[in-house]
């Protein structure tokens, strides 16, 4: 079973802005690929605010290719795999935004939200943010760097399967009546957890 974190940085409040993609490989309990790929939003356009969040500026991505280019080179990673995203809502928000703008089709998989899992088996945590949860598990990490963040969200998810005695990361919503998310060729579903 293929388990794949996911992160996306966006140019500005466009969910379709992707402009860098980071990805983190969980087998057999540990993680064992990281790679993060800079993307050209079709429009170039970046705010302020957002620059300041991830320190992606134009010039990093004048030569990078489109959304279209970079996900396909992963197009056999994602297929049927379990992929899982620090607040899903958002990062999922943007492949679809995405692909919506460049006419393109969703890829067929399941997504897990590690913020909604965090919440259901660390409820003790004041702060579900990526950053406090690094903290408590005691990973340094750049926050904000697409990258750093998905091997953070997938070592993260690796914890919470421990915590849950869960046997990977894919079994946790079993373990915590969690709905996993669904994207398919004609729509997506959301993550969802019931009510504790």
Not at 54 to 67: L, S
Not at 102 to 125: D, G, V
Not at 136 to 148: D, K, P, T, V
């Amino acid at each position: 079973m293929k388990t794949i974190a996911i992160d996306f940085e966006t140019a500005n409040e466009q969910r379709g802005s992707a402009c860098s993609v980071g990805l983190a490989w969980i087998e057999e309990g540990r993680v064992t690929r990281v790679e993060e790929r800079l993307i050209r939003p079709k429009d170039m356009r970046f705010s302020g605010m957002n620059i300041a969040i991830h320190g992606i500026r134009p010039e990093h991505v004048e030569d990078a290719p489109e959304f279209p280019e970079v996900m396909d080179e992963f197009h056999d990673d994602f297929q049927g795999a379990t992929m899982i995203a620090h607040n899903a809502a958002f990062d999922f928000s943007v492949w679809r935004a995405s692909l919506d703008l460049y006419r393109q089709s969703y890829p067929e998989l399941t997504y897990l939200c590690s913020l909604k899992m965090a919440q259901r088996i660390w409820p003790q945590f004041l702060s579900h943010r990526l950053n406090v949860i690094a903290e408590h598990l005691g990973l340094r990490f750049s926050h904000h760097n697409a990258a750093e963040d998905a091997a953070v969200c997938a070592r993260a998810a690796i914890e919470m399967a421990r915590a849950v005695k869960a046997a990977a990361v894919h079994a946790i919503p079993a373990a915590i009546g969690m709905k996993p998310g669904r994207l398919t060729a004609s729509g997506y579903e959301p993550c969802t957890c019931r009510k504790a």
